[in-house]
């Protein structure tokens, strides 16, 4: 019961997302600090942050199908049943978001189409649908399907954004000085860090990577290049 | 029979004296703690938060008070009365320096934050306080009517 208690108040206080100009504190001073947690609570924390923030890098090679089960594995692993609600939601939105996009570069086999959470049968089933018969149970679909209609992928990022940052600050305030607050904590800071290091150039060169290694793989490459020849 | 109504009053004797006091470690544990990573996270004000991680200690007082105001020659008589007053008590004081504890590590997160907000921030544990002080004054009035 009083584990957390040094560790949440040796903590600073995050502000509101769109009022973050600077972090509050550093990953390294964060780090330091975690060093008061178990070798079990870490190890949690850290399943927990790969969970809500995998690094794409990890997963480039894996196809949806794979990187779903290799979700699950990991989800598996997760003890707090609020932190698995909570990466529950994440992934439903990531779902929503993938669905909204695959239909939207012409996907028309609904079969191929893979997620996680509640809402994957539904969304199959109504493909052609515009909101995937999800209107009235996910308030965010709309302003999503708004957003991206806009073709502002960057005002899409904000809104999903700012939707964990608020599901992870309410589950903060319910849970005081406990490991769900602390990983709350953790998540919300890497959020604000991610959105604070937004970079154009960097975001390029990320897209010219992930592209050349799916055209690897997909073996497109040779075929241009048999095809130049 | 008459030992075990003996033992009973002389743990209602001893127990508000004994059950406000682990109330009050958990309590101050719990401030303390959050107190000691406050400082790390501030540069003034390290004084107040200590202060603050001190509260829950008044319930020790308490039941050493109403200790004494029970404590009299122990009988078949007036043994139930000490038990009921005694234990009752004390549970009262054990719960109120607990529960404190936690009010007191919130006021420190808070006030952590916003210091303007110390004030403010200490009146959940104050009236906490004030339930405290609610069992150890009528356990002072009841235990005059106990036999001496």
Redesign the interface.
């Known amino acids: 019961m009083s584990d957390y208690y040094t560790l949440m108040t040796a903590l600073p206080w995050l502000p509101e997302l769109e009022q973050c100009t600077q972090l509050p504190i550093s990953r390294i001073a964060l780090d330091r600090r975690l060093t008061m947690l178990s070798d079990e609570g870490s190890a949690q924390l850290a399943n927990i942050e790969a969970l809500f923030h995998p690094i794409i890098d990890h997963y480039i090679m894996l196809t949806d199908k794979d990187l779903i089960a290799q979700w699950k594995a990991d989800m598996s692993k997760v003890e707090s049943p609020v932190m698995l609600e909570l990466i529950n939601y994440q992934m439903e939105l990531k779902t929503l978001l993938a669905a909204l996009r695959c239909r939207a570069v012409g996907l028309d086999d609904p079969s191929q189409f893979h997620g996680a959470g509640r809402w994957v049968q539904l969304i199959k089933k109504h493909w052609f649908e515009p909101g995937f018969g999800l209107d009235r149970v996910c308030p965010q679909l709309l302003q999503l399907q708004r957003l991206m209609s806009k073709e502002k992928p960057m005002l899409v990022e904000q809104y999903y954004n700012q939707q964990l940052w608020t599901s992870l600050r309410q589950a903060e305030h319910s849970h005081h000085f406990s490991f769900e607050a602390l990983a709350c904590f953790v998540l919300r800071w890497a959020i604000a860090e991610r959105c604070l290091r937004y970079d154009g150039d960097k975001a390029v060169d990320t897209f010219n990577k992930s592209r050349s290694v799916l055209l690897e793989l997909s073996g497109l490459n040779q075929q241009l290049l048999q095809g130049n020849n | 029979m008459d030992n075990l109504i003996i033992a009973l009053g002389w743990a209602g004797l001893y127990g508000p004296m004994a059950l406000g006091a682990i109330g009050s470690m958990i309590g101050c544990?719990?401030a303390g703690?959050?107190?000691?990573?406050?400082l790390?996270?501030t540069e003034t004000g390290h004084g107040r938060y200590i202060g603050i991680a001190a509260m829950p200690s008044s319930q020790s007082i308490y039941g050493i008070v109403v200790m004494f105001a029970l404590n009299r020659e122990i009988t078949v008589d007036n043994a139930p009365g000490l038990a009921a007053i005694g234990l009752l008590c004390g549970l009262a004081l054990l719960f109120s320096a607990a529960w404190q504890g936690?009010c007191c590590?919130?006021a420190?997160?808070v006030a952590?934050?916003r210091p303007e907000i110390f004030g403010m921030s200490l009146a959940p544990a104050a009236i906490v306080e004030g339930f405290a002080v609610f069992a150890f004054i009528f356990a002072l009035v009841i235990s005059a009517g106990v036999p001496a």
């Open positions: 544990a719990l703690q959050a107190a000691c990573g406050a790390l996270e936690r590590a919130s420190i997160n952590k934050i």
